[in-house]
């Protein structure tokens, strides 16, 4: 896919001694390679591209673009702006199949039909799964119909900057989403809660600071990645009430309700205060460096035999050189497989623990939050702008439904 290189280094060339770069696929020429009018023609073809990313002739709105030329300006433009990485990521998966299959297309000349051709590539799509080695669909309906939308937006960006005419972006608003059940798609299942009995069981084979992420994840009913990727200097602890106020850098729903900080009582405190000690602000609160120190603690306490001198010498050495290639912060993967490990190490000790997930315990917070305060408690504390959404993660309802059936009688046994 052709891609927008506005801040790359002018080239020499060497069988003519001239300053050139590339643009669009071609090769622009500025002058004499080191003098200072091929500096001067350079800095305006780069002004010149920043004013009109992508060119269109003069004939009508969208002619001569291709698709491929207009994802490439969009995902240059989303880059550059405050928007979430995942939702970049999730762009950037969406622009490979429109680009792979009417990359070469104008843009004018795409269609409801086209769209759907596209839509269908992602439902046939698959991966390899990682534990049978077998193929397996890679999108299920939600994440399809999402991506749709998104491709929806980025004609829409086209007719905002007159990349696309406004018919071809209205034409493909027709197309519907996928409804359930429909031929060829499949959905997740709901996602459950976690006990808190499972989670107790699996903290004693958890490392402290997985263990301190773990609960305060479920107290407050944070994401995953707001809870590893905190930082010393994201906490504000000068406030006077009694609590601490986290604001994550960033997280997915940013556009729509903004930064919002979250409050840390007592018991976040306590599991959060060992690891703030002698850190500067940018540095991670849980990191795994941090485990790793406290699993080398542990062994030393359960050592049996004396530390020989050799082994204190060369323990000395690489606490100089520092030459650790452990990551500063977890991320996704290494949360969620710390915890699977703990599972497993869990189970082969005797004590039976069911697999789960860290990002099942945002469910469980909800759940756990509505049924002991209420619907509107537990919206506030997981940020959530609607009811509705807090319904999707909390299971309370049922709860609730089972309390009923359990005390219900029949007034008619008589």
Same mark, same amino acid.
């Given at each position: 896919?052709?891609?927008?290189?506005?801040? /790359?280094?002018?080239?020499?060339?060497? #069988?003519?001694?001239?300053?050139?770069?590339?643009?669009?696929?071609?090769? &622009?020429?500025?002058?004499?390679?080191?003098?200072?009018?091929? #500096?001067?023609?350079?800095?305006?073809?780069?002004?010149?591209?920043?004013?009109? $990313?992508?060119?269109?002739?003069?004939?009508?709105?969208?002619?001569?673009?291709?698709?491929?030329?207009?994802?490439?300006?969009?995902? #240059?433009?989303?880059?550059?702006?405050?928007?979430? $990485?995942?939702?970049?990521?999730?762009?950037?998966?969406?622009?490979?199949?429109?680009?792979?299959?009417?990359? #070469?297309?104008?843009?004018?000349?795409?269609?409801?039909?086209?769209?759907?051709?596209?839509?269908?590539?992602?439902?046939?799509?698959?991966?390899?799964? /990682?534990?049978?080695?077998?193929?397996?669909?890679?999108?299920?309906?939600?994440?399809?119909?999402?991506?749709?939308?998104?491709?929806?937006?980025?004609?829409?960006?086209?007719?905002?900057?007159?990349?696309?005419?406004?018919?071809?972006?209205?034409?493909?608003?027709?197309?519907?989403?996928?409804?359930?059940?429909?031929?060829?798609?499949?959905?997740? $299942?709901?996602?459950?809660?976690?006990?808190?009995?499972?989670?107790?069981?699996?903290?004693?084979?958890?490392?402290?600071?997985?263990?301190?992420?773990?609960?305060?994840?479920?107290?407050?009913?944070?994401?995953?990645?707001?809870?590893?990727?905190?930082?010393?200097?994201?906490?504000?602890?000068?406030?006077?009430?009694?609590?601490?106020?986290? &604001?994550?850098?960033?997280?997915? &729903?940013?556009? /729509?309700?903004?930064?919002?900080?979250?409050?840390?009582?007592?018991?976040?405190?306590?599991?959060?205060?060992?690891?703030?000690?002698?850190?500067?602000?940018?540095?991670?609160?849980?990191?795994?460096?941090?485990?790793?120190?406290?699993?080398?603690?542990?062994?030393?306490?359960?050592?049996?035999?004396?530390?020989? $001198?050799?082994?204190?010498?060369?323990?000395?050495?690489?606490?100089?050189?520092?030459?650790?290639?452990?990551?500063?912060?977890?991320?996704?993967?290494?949360?969620?497989?710390?915890?699977?490990?703990?599972?497993?190490?869990?189970?082969?000790?005797?004590?039976?623990?069911?697999?789960?997930?860290?990002?099942?315990?945002?469910?469980?917070?909800?759940?756990?939050?509505?049924?002991?305060?209420?619907?509107?408690?537990?919206?506030?504390?997981?940020?959530?702008?609607?009811?509705?959404?807090?319904?999707?993660?909390?299971?309370?309802?049922?709860?609730?439904?089972?309390?009923?059936?359990?005390?219900?009688?029949?007034?008619?046994?008589?």
């Amino acid at each position: 896919m052709p891609r927008l290189k506005v801040d /790359q280094v002018p080239k020499k060339c060497r #069988d003519r001694n001239q300053c050139y770069s590339w643009h669009n696929g071609k090769r &622009t020429y500025h002058g004499v390679w080191g003098t200072p009018e091929a #500096d001067e023609n350079y800095r305006r073809f780069k002004i010149a591209i920043l004013e009109n $990313p992508i060119p269109a002739l003069p004939m009508s709105v969208g002619d001569g673009v291709f698709v491929s030329e207009l994802a490439a300006g969009y995902l #240059d433009t989303i880059e550059n702006s405050p928007m979430h $990485p995942s939702h970049i990521s999730h762009f950037r998966q969406v622009i490979g199949y429109l680009v792979e299959t009417y990359g #070469d297309l104008a843009v004018n000349e795409f269609s409801p039909k086209k769209l759907k051709v596209v839509r269908d590539q992602l439902v046939k799509a698959v991966k390899p799964c /990682q534990k049978t080695g077998k193929t397996k669909r890679r999108f299920c309906r939600k994440m399809v119909n999402d991506y749709i939308g998104r491709i929806k937006r980025i004609f829409a960006w086209g007719v905002e900057e007159e990349l696309v005419h406004a018919d071809v972006y209205n034409a493909i608003r027709i197309v519907k989403n996928l409804p359930k059940r429909t031929p060829g798609t499949f959905d997740h $299942p709901e996602r459950e809660d976690v006990p808190e009995w499972v989670i107790a069981l699996t903290l004693p084979f958890l490392a402290p600071v997985v263990a301190a992420m773990v609960v305060i994840q479920y107290l407050t009913g944070m994401r995953p990645s707001e809870v590893f990727n905190m930082r010393v200097g994201d906490i504000d602890r000068s406030r006077k009430n009694g609590l601490w106020y986290y &604001t994550p850098e960033s997280h997915k &729903t940013e556009e /729509q309700i903004g930064k919002k900080p979250i409050p840390l009582g007592k018991p976040e405190q306590k599991l959060i205060a060992p690891y703030l000690e002698d850190k500067k602000p940018e540095a991670a609160v849980f990191s795994p460096r941090t485990a790793m120190r406290e699993r080398a603690a542990k062994a030393r306490e359960n050592r049996k035999s004396k530390l020989t $001198p050799s082994q204190q010498e060369r323990d000395a050495k690489r606490a100089e050189k520092n030459t650790s290639k452990v990551r500063e912060f977890y991320d996704r993967s290494s949360y969620r497989n710390t915890i699977r490990y703990a599972i497993i190490k869990g189970n082969r000790h005797g004590v039976k623990i069911p697999h789960w997930s860290p990002y099942l315990l945002r469910n469980s917070a909800a759940t756990a939050i509505e049924l002991e305060h209420g619907l509107d408690e537990a919206q506030a504390q997981l940020g959530h702008t609607t009811a509705d959404m807090t319904k999707r993660y909390s299971a309370a309802q049922l709860k609730q439904r089972e309390k009923l059936a359990h005390s219900r009688v029949n007034p008619f046994e008589k």
